[in-house]
């Protein structure tokens, strides 16, 4: 019953920016995190970043630290990913997803997370 749909992507030149966002619903939140991953044409879906619900800590691959920023919406229960000084190598489809329990430290793999939403197709021309 937990659904994720992702929207905000687009077409973009390089530099410029873009903000996604991904709504949850039909679940719990507070207790998990949610991260944002991405998949590029011919490659494996990478991790971008993670929040908790409740607490709000982050993560982010090295390649988007201080260009993206994750932040969550509680009354909304919607997440985003504010995507700035965007890179042709940033073109890719953007999925959200939610982490399959509480965990320790900041789940920034795949397999951490379970419900995923359809994905949103980000592209930033050189």
């Known amino acids: 019953q937990v659904r994720l749909v992702e929207s905000g992507g687009g077409l973009v030149q390089a530099g410029g920016s873009l903000r996604l966002s991904c709504a949850a619903s039909?679940?719990?939140?507070?207790?998990?995190?949610m991260g944002w991953f991405r998949q590029a044409p011919g490659k494996e879906r990478e991790f971008v970043a993670s929040?908790?619900?409740?607490?709000?800590?982050?993560w982010y691959r090295d390649s988007v630290k201080g260009r993206f920023t994750i932040s969550r919406d509680n009354a909304k229960n919607t997440i985003y990913l504010q995507m700035n000084s965007l890179k042709p190598e940033d073109t890719a489809v953007y999925y959200c997803a939610r982490s399959r329990r509480t965990y320790s430290g900041n789940p920034t793999t795949q397999s951490k997370y379970d419900y995923w939403g359809q994905g949103t197709q980000v592209t930033v021309s050189s």
């Open positions: 929040i908790r619900w409740n607490d709000g800590s982050t």
């Open positions: 039909g679940g719990t939140f507070s207790k998990y995190a």
